[in-house]
């Protein structure tokens, strides 16, 4: 009897240990939203109505797996598509994470591929009507098209003064990886107002949300603004150096002389043949069978080059060639001396901004829902494994178990690709020059010309034959940098403050503006039937 009910306390511990675990398990579970796409996402997300949005969704596997995304089909469409949350997330309660996979399968010329995280919508907006005018908390992920080509960043965040939302771009972002494997994207939010983003597991930015180094435009505005009542003087004089008033043209300086005059030493060559014309009919040139003279006109054999004139030292006629004029100097300016009035570069006084306004931390928008909006010129766009989370060790176990097998697959299989292919000994050096000139674009220093760095990688990667060019060219650019450092350093700069970015129904920076532009129409060949006259 007594091991009967010793038996019943141990199994009535195991039970109660187990139903603890069981409950912490899910207390520390701190996933909000995962979306692996292993099944159909029909009923769970919502395919946009809206008029022009009719690229069509698709679930289907990534090229070479078993692995299921949801796929963009089609090419030069706009999508649209978006998941609600079952309530509201705060972003301001501790760590938040948004991560997402993205496969580029057929590159990406033109287009997006990121996620917008919808801040809580209006009365009566219903998932069908989702659209660009959607209001985001924030958007993520990347943008290629012309010279953009970065992972996109962008706060909307409410000014508490006028009530407006304003876009805050992330300074500097990480660029898109160029080639056609799955990427992980991670973006982690911290208490501490940090910001990092990740690519692949492996930090590639991080910023501070208050910081006016980190964001355009910073989000706490400037204590002062230029007073936009205050005129410039009339007298007020910019000009830093004015023409000599004393200063006389000499009497010797001719205006009119022409820049170049004939060589009047100039001999005409021995056998220039005068009397043969630089072009003659083509002897070989046939009337066309289909030639009416009625319609087209007198059929006129094209002409060529008289083979006369080649051999010879020219034909027609004669003429000295030109030569620079010594007489000549141009019209007369008086020389330049300090302006005595010169007063500096006018600017209106400052004053106390209306609109500023403190922050400890921002005053984040809660996600309710995400969505998928994006105009691309290219098919093949695959999204998978999309997370929100409150630790980082969930969205690293996830890269662990779900992103890194795969990337390591297509890693392995572009390297036997490449080898199937033969690829030289030469073509491997240009592809590991690539790789290692993509790093020198992410260089903080070289921030400022990144756009034109990575725009001429991409012109190199298309056409390898001009590697040696580019390299020559990012030299330069790197050159131009060092000198502006260390010479043009104590130069001042006239600051230009920057104007806050209003929410407006398109995104700035993005390559929806870029992918619509008209294509002209190629010009009618036109028939040349006979010569103008």
């Known amino acids: 009897m007594r091991e009967a009910k010793r038996v019943s306390l141990r199994l009535a511990i195991v039970l109660l240990l187990a139903f603890i675990s069981f409950n912490q398990l899910f207390a520390e579970d701190d996933t909000i939203l995962y979306e692996s796409f292993d099944k159909s996402f029909d009923g769970r997300w919502i395919v946009s109505e809206k008029e022009g949005y009719n690229g069509e969704w698709k679930h289907e596997k990534s090229e070479g797996h078993d692995d299921y995304g949801l796929l963009v089909s089609e090419p030069a469409r706009k999508y649209a598509i978006v998941k609600e949350l079952d309530e509201p997330v705060s972003l301001k309660d501790g760590t938040i994470v948004l991560q997402f996979e993205t496969r580029l399968q057929k590159g990406l010329e033109c287009g997006g591929a990121y996620l917008k995280y919808l801040r809580p919508q209006e009365a009566g907006w219903v998932p069908k009507g989702f659209d660009n005018e959607s209001p985001y908390s924030i958007m993520f992920g990347p943008d290629k098209c012309g010279t953009t080509n970065k992972v996109h960043f ?7 003064k006028s009530g407006e939302y304003v876009e805050h771009h992330l300074k500097f972002p990480p660029s898109v990886p160029h080639d056609k494997l799955t990427h992980v994207y991670t973006a982690i939010l911290k208490p501490d107002n940090e910001l990092q983003i990740l690519v692949d597991g492996e930090e590639k930015k991080k910023a501070n949300f208050l910081s006016s180094e980190d964001f355009e435009p910073p989000l706490i505005p400037a204590k002062t603004i230029p007073d936009p009542d205050d005129v410039k003087p009339e007298d007020w004089d910019e000009r830093a150096k004015i023409p000599d008033p004393e ?4 009497d010797d300086w001719d205006e009119d002389a022409p820049m170049e005059i004939e060589d009047e030493d100039a001999v005409k060559p021995e056998g220039w043949l005068d009397d043969e014309p630089e072009e003659i009919d083509d002897p070989e040139a046939t009337k066309p069978e289909d030639w009416d003279e009625e319609e087209d006109g007198e059929w006129e054999a094209p002409k060529t080059d008289n083979p006369k004139c080649q051999e010879g030292p020219g034909c027609g006629e004669w003429k000295r060639p030109m030569k620079r004029n010594p007489a000549y100097k141009g019209k007369w300016h008086a020389p330049l001396i300090d302006n005595p009035n010169y007063k500096g570069i006018w600017k209106p006084q400052e004053i106390p901004n209306p609109d500023y306004f403190e922050l400890d931390q921002p005053e984040f928008e809660p996600i309710a829902a995400v969505g998928i909006e994006i105009w691309t010129m290219q098919d093949g766009i695959l999204f998978d494994n999309i997370l929100i989370a409150q630790d980082e060790k969930v969205a690293s176990s996830i890269r662990d178990t779900t992103w890194k097998p795969k990337f390591e697959v297509e890693k392995e299989k572009e390297k036997a690709t490449e080898a199937a292919a033969g690829t030289d000994a030469l073509g491997g050096f240009q592809k590991k020059v690539f790789e290692i000139l993509y790093q020198v674009a992410e260089i903080s220093f070289l921030s400022e010309h990144k756009d034109k760095i990575i725009e001429l990688i991409e012109k190199a990667e298309k056409q390898p034959i001009i590697t040696i060019g580019v390299l020559v060219s990012i030299v330069v650019v790197i050159l ?4 502006k450092l260390f010479f043009g350093g104590k130069k001042a ?22 992918a619509e532009e008209n294509e002209e129409p190629a010009p009618a060949r036109k028939r040349q039937s006979r010569r103008e006259t």
Do not use: C, D, R, Y
């Open 154 to 160: 962008i706060l909307k965040h409410k000014n508490p």
């Open 493 to 514: 700069a006239v600051e230009k403050k920057p104007e806050p970015v209003a929410e407006t129904s398109n995104t700035e920076g993005s390559s929806e503006e870029k």
């Open 247 to 250: 200063a006389v043209k000499p």
């Open 480 to 483: 131009t940098v060092f000198l």
